[in-house]
Every structure is written in C-alpha cells, then in structure tokens.
C-alpha cells in the first residue's frame, strides 16, 4: 500500500499565499497531494474562447511554475469531481481532503456528493472559510434572523471585524510539505474543447494609490480608475483578507464595496430563491415586454443611447465594464426597454470576467427595483443626465463608439420620457394586483 496522503483540491482560490484551507492541510503532518479539476459538468455549458476558462488555465500553468522551485506540481484533471476523486481514491492512499468553502446552490451540491462518496471510503471531508470575512450565519440581526438592509448588515460586519481582526494564513512558507511527486501532465485546451491564448496570470498587486483615490473617481468610467480585482476576488488569486486590510487603511469606501460583496453572497446563502425569481414576490408579477429585437440591440450596443452602448460594447470586448455603467444598462434594459432583469443577468453571466452569482444576481435585483435593499422602482437614471455627469468630456463613449455623432450611429431605439412613463405605468399595476 502506498504511504497515506492529505488532498488539498483548490476550486475558487487559486494561490499559495494566504489560503486557509491550504495552509490547515499543510500543516496536517502527512504529504498534501495539490489538485485542480477543471469541472465538466461547468466546462460544457461555456462556449470555446471563454475568457473565464483562459484566465483559470493560465493561472494554474503559473502557479506550477511558481512551484517549481519546490519541485513541487499541482495534479490537473478534467472530468467530473466524483469520477476524479474515485480515480484519486483507487491511485493513494488518502486520510482527508481538505478545501475552502464554495457557497453558490452547485458548489453545494457537488461538495456534497464528493462528501459522501469520500465517507464511504472513510475518507474526511474537511473545510474551511476563505473567500469571505463572514459568511451566511456570522452577521445576524439579534433575534437571529438575516439581514436584508445593507447599511445594518455592514455596520455589524465592521464591528465584527474590529473585534476579532483579521486573519492572514502564512501557507506560503510551509510549501515544502507538498508532496514530492511529479503528476501527469496537464490537460489540454484543445482536449477539453477549448481554444485559448497562453500567458501567465501572477499574483495581482493591489493598487494602493487606486484605493486611496477611490471616494473620488471611482464613479468616471472614462477615468478607469476602480482596481480592477474583482476576477482576482472571483477566482481567489488575492487573498480577500488582504483586501480587506487594504481598505481598512486606505479607504472605508473601497472597504465598504467589499462589504456588499458578502452581504449579497449571505442573501444567495439565506434564499437561494432569488436565483430565479425576484426578492420581493409582488414583483414577480411584473409584465415585462421582452422584445428580442431590442435586447439583441442592448446586448450588441446599437441602442442609440451612446452611454448604454459603450458599456455593452466594453463589456462584449474586454469581459468587464466599469460600475457605474453597469447601473445604467441594467436599469436601461429593465426599465427604459422593459425587459425581464434574468435576460440581462444571464448575458453578464456569460461575458463578465469577475462573474459572480450573488453580486450579479444583487445588483441585477437592485437595479430593476426586485431586490432587497433595492433602488426604489421610480428612480429610473436618465441615461443622458448619467452621460453629463459622469463622461462629461464623452471620453468614454468616444472610446467605445467610434461613430458616435456620426450618420452611422443608430436613433434612439425608445424615447425617453415615454419609456419612463410607461415603466411607471408597469410597476405600478403590478404592485397594486
Ligand atoms: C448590474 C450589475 C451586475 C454586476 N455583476 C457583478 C458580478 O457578476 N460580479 C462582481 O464581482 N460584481 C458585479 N457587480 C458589482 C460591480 O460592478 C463590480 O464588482 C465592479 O465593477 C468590479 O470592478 P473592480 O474590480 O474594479 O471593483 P472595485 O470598484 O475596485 O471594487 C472592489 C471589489 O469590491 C466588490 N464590489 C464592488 N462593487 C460591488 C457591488 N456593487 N456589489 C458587490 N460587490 C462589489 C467587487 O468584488 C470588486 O472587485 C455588478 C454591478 C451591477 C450594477
């Protein structure tokens, strides 16, 4: 029989430093096998140059270059983590898996069938917290009920943190208790249907002079001047603690966008409803109009309103548009054009490189009025007061639409005053049913 192991499996925490779950497996005293499984069951719904799959790809070849100085490899697999971690089982002799926390609905699940099929081997499970300060469960109200308003829930959050501090889990300096093994080579891009352009994806720095400006610029996306970590955050190539350290020291705003990004992973923890349906279920009921042609022009950016059509087209060629953006052609979408907020949630979905259910989903919610917390359903931004305010010089929409102001660019696809009133009209018959 061989000599036993310890796994550690990385999902969503693509580092050597600063990783909990890492670190606890590390210093369990047996050699820990590094495993990656590139998820079928994810990998077949997403289309053959996924920005998402490349960033995740190159990560890995980066983080076993990082390694090499160990002689150390992360073993990379592809298929299905039950059939992976059966094959895993036969191949060593393993006394527990480690990992971090993953909380959205088919994380859980696929925990917890890989779970069970490790108990039945008598094999531990065991898990840790990562990818949040707190997770669902730590920030209650004092009858021990969730919160649903964001400024209660982060004023708690903030004096949870003060009181405990902050963690930091020095994995880094324990790498040599990986196991000293060579795995088979990775698997190909073209092997799992992929076609993806090779690079390295190191360690992100954390601009600090970004941070300490944020108050400031972070609302001009013609300045681009917010940190651009949320891929990081997403896929855990920087540690959110430090994050949070970061904020602490250089900004309380920054820190507070941090903040709203727990607060709505506890909302998709405690209701998991919102996945499909609205927080609020009088707003289901809304009817929305759903016209293919004009979410089709929404989505390609010829809607003939410069600001909404330099954000989709940012979005579209880069994999990521600035925030203030995104709230004008998310109230656009359902609002201006009356179009169901799931339709606009699921194109993000698929061409967000920073991707994330809960905050997609959150602000989707509070942008067409459905969600906790939400923006109340007559606040409709005018797209043209947003443009003069925050891209005052056109900076922005000159950058992403070249023939603006010219014969080629196309005419408003709605009125404004006349979508506002109709939208008015809609919401209103729907809450009153
Ligand atoms: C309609 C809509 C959809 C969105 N979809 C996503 C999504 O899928 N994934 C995602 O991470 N963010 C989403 N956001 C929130 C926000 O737009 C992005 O987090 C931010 O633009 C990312 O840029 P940055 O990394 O430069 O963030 P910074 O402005 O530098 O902020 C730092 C980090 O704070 C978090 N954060 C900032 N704003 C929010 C917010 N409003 N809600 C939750 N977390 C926030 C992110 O992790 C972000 O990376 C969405 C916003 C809207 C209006």
């Given amino acids: 029989m061989n000599s036993p192991v310890n796994v550690f499996w990385f999902r969503r925490d693509l580092r050597l430093n600063d990783n909990h779950g890492l670190f606890e497996a590390l210093r369990s005293g047996l050699p820990i096998l590094p495993v990656f499984i590139f998820d079928s069951n994810i990998l077949e719904k997403l289309p053959e140059e996924d920005l998402r799959v490349a960033f995740i790809y190159n990560r890995i070849n980066t983080l076993n270059t990082q390694l090499e100085k160990f002689n150390r490899k992360i073993a990379v697999f592809y298929g299905k983590p039950e059939v992976v971690f059966a094959g895993l089982i036969s191949e060593y002799s393993i006394e527990s898996v480690y990992t971090n926390h993953d909380y959205e609905p088919y994380a ?28 669902a469960g730590e920030i209650q109200k004092s009858d021990g009920t969730p919160y649903v308003v964001f400024t209660p829930y982060s004023k708690k959050w903030l004096e949870k943190m003060n009181a405990e501090g902050v963690a930091h889990y020095d994995s880094e300096s324990i790498l040599v208790n990986l196991l000293d093994k060579t795995p088979s080579a990775m698997p ?7 076609s993806i352009s090779m690079s390295s994806v190191y360690d992100p720095e954390i601009p600090s002079a ?8 972070r609302n001009f996306p013609d300045q681009d001047k917010t940190t651009r970590l949320g891929v990081h955050l997403r896929f855990g190539t920087i540690s959110v603690r430090e994050c949070i350290n970061e904020g602490r020291k250089n900004s309380l705003v ?11 992973m506890q909302i998709l923890a405690h209701y998991p409803k919102v996945v499909n349906n609205a927080f609020r279920s009088d707003y289901d009921r809304i009817l929305w109009v759903n016209n293919e042609d004009q979410f089709k022009r929404w989505c390609e950016g010829t809607t003939g309103y410069p600001l909404v059509d330099a954000g989709m087209r940012e979005l579209s060629q880069t994999g990521f548009m600035h925030n203030r953006v995104r709230m004008v052609v998310a109230s656009f979408l ?59 010089n056109e900076v922005y929409i000159r950058r992403w639409v070249p023939e603006y102001k010219s014969a080629a660019y196309p005419s408003p696809i709605v009125d404004h005053q006349t979508a506002r009133i109709r939208c008015l009209e809609v919401y209103k018959t729907a809450l009153k049913a």
């Avoid at 970004?210 to 610029?217: F, N, P």
């Avoid at 991707?355 to 067409?368: D, K, V």
């Fill in 188 to 194: 190909t891009p073209a092997q799992m249907g992929f």
């Fill in 254 to 264: 920054w820190l507070n966008e941090l903040i709203w990004r727990e607060f709505f």
């Fill in 334 to 392: 359902t609002k201006h054009l009356l179009i169901d907020w799931r339709w606009g949630e699921a194109w993000f979905a698929e061409k967000l490189m920073d991707f994330e259910l809960s905050s997609n989903n959150g602000n989707w919610q509070w942008a067409a009025g459905t969600g906790c917390d939400a923006a109340p359903y007559f606040r409709i931004f005018n797209p043209y007061e947003q443009a003069k305010k925050f891209d005052k």
């Fill in 210 to 217: 970004l941070v300490k400006d944020y108050a400031e610029s």
């Fill in 108 to 135: 859980l699940e696929r925990d917890n069938s890989v779970s069970n099929l490790l108990k039945s081997s008598g094999i531990a499970f065991k898990t840790f917290k990562d990818q949040v300060l707190f997770e």
